[in-house]
């Protein structure tokens, strides 16, 4: 298994498509928080902590990070699987505290983030045990090889072979 295995999943693939739709969203609902805080639920301008365009400017960079984490993962990096729950983790939080102004869009949002979560988290422990079980057979396999074969090598690769005209060892 490559170390892009989990890219080539469906898992993968809907985390990927997931966090591309939920940072666009975010980046969306942050800029009308910015532009026309009249748009939302809430009649006062203070929202838990902030007012609308703190949270505008929170849920844009957030919904910016998560399309990133989302490029990340579609290009295969190691650490954009972690980033991409961290980053989900809280826009949850974010969204829980912005359900006042915008009940619908940000429950949708929260649970769409979680399947995002269980979607990157889901078999994390089986590929990277498979990945190992595979690199430790194969190095195993080799110095096996290695041994029971002459130790000259040839052709580019340096593969182990038998000396001319000798038996192989057992």
Do not use: H
Not at 87 to 93: D, Q
């Amino acid at each position: 298994m490559s170390m892009n295995a989990f890219k080539a999943n469906a898992g993968g693939a809907f985390a990927e498509a997931i966090l591309f739709i939920v940072g666009i969203v975010n980046v969306i609902q942050g800029i009308v928080a910015m532009a026309t805080p009249g748009y939302f639920f809430v009649a006062g301008t203070d929202m838990l902590l902030f007012g609308f365009v703190p949270w505008g400017v929170i849920m844009t960079v957030l919904g910016v990070l998560l399309v990133l984490a989302g490029f990340a993962l579609l290009t295969g990096q190691r650490w954009a699987r972690t980033t991409a729950v961290v980053l989900a983790g809280l826009n949850v939080i974010g969204q829980l505290m912005f359900l006042v102004a915008s009940p619908f869009w940000s429950a949708i949002i929260i649970a769409i983030s979680v399947l995002a979560i269980y979607a990157l988290t889901s078999g994390w422990g089986a590929g990277a045990a498979e990945t190992y079980r595979e690199a430790t057979a194969y190095r195993s396999g080799r110095a096996d090889a290695a041994s029971r074969v002459g130790t000259e090598t040839s052709g580019e690769r340096g593969v182990p072979t038998a000396r001319s005209g000798e038996q192989p060892k057992r």
